[in-house]
């Protein structure tokens, strides 16, 4: 079983900065392979930033060269610093692995203009 517990949303006005930060713990996770979604009221839940198998970073284009997606080995921990928000940021953030289904309860983040 995998438990996945993110921090560090909060309010922030527009231009702003956050890091949120998950902790994961429990058997069969690669912290190489976590990545963060989002999901804002009334949308689908989308990938934000991920680890890729082959050792590289993916972003959705609206994220591009504002979040940048990091993970510390030894404390099993899985970052995404977000530059430069936007209120279209707002959303709840969630870290997990492309096809898996360990949800944590999420960070909200919102972003005021």
């Known amino acids: 079983q995998v438990q996945l517990v993110e921090s560090g949303g909060g309010l922030v006005q527009a231009g702003g900065s956050l890091r949120l930060s998950c902790a994961a713990s429990?058997?069969?996770?690669?912290?190489?392979?976590m990545g963060w979604f989002r999901q804002a009221p009334g949308k689908q839940r989308e990938l934000v930033a991920t680890?890729?198998?082959?050792?590289?970073?993916y972003y959705t284009n609206s994220v591009k060269g504002r979040f940048t997606i990091s993970r510390d080995n030894a404390k099993n921990t899985v970052y995404l610093q977000m530059n430069t928000l936007k209120p279209e940021d707002t959303a709840v953030y969630y870290c997990?692995?492309?096809?898996?289904?360990?949800w944590g309860r999420g960070t909200q983040v919102t972003v005021s203009s």
């Open positions: 429990g058997t069969g996770f690669s912290i190489n392979l």
């Open positions: 997990n692995q492309i096809g898996r289904n360990w």
């Open positions: 680890f890729t198998s082959g050792g590289g970073t």
